[in-house]
């Protein structure tokens, strides 16, 4: 028996004896785990190998989040070193570096 036999029989069962509670439940999961499964068949994640798509897309998305860390560091460490050495030239020309070395 399929989910969509299971619902449909319980919906029936519900109209039936006016909806108990444990029927009305019953009900919910049944779609709600219908809903799901067409959810993740939608987005193709309902076969046997979506595990394994799920955890190589999370170590994809980790590598690249250490990726981008990576290359900020690295930008804000030229960025610094940059201005160290705008510094040390304005330094050296205030004091007339320049002129002691012709």
């Known amino acids: 028996m399929t989910r969509e036999?299971?619902?449909a029989r319980l919906i029936a069962q519900a109209?039936?004896?006016d909806g108990d509670f444990v029927t009305l439940r019953a009900i919910v999961e049944e779609s709600s785990e219908l809903g799901a499964k067409r959810a993740l068949d939608r987005l193709g994640l309902g076969d046997?190998?979506?595990?394994?798509?799920i955890d190589e897309l999370r170590e994809l998305l980790s590598a690249w989040r250490d990726a981008k860390a990576s290359a900020w560091?690295?930008?804000i460490a030229w960025?610094?070193?940059g201005l160290l050495a705008?510094?040390?030239?304005?330094?050296a020309v205030r004091l007339g570096v320049h002129?002691?070395?012709?």
């Open 86 to 91: 705008l510094l040390l030239i304005g330094i």
């Open 79 to 81: 960025a610094t070193r």
């Open 5 to 7: 036999d299971m619902l």
């Open 15 to 17: 109209g039936a004896k």
């Open 73 to 75: 560091k690295a930008a």
């Open 99 to 102: 002129e002691m070395l012709r």
């Open 48 to 53: 046997a190998n979506a595990q394994d798509d």
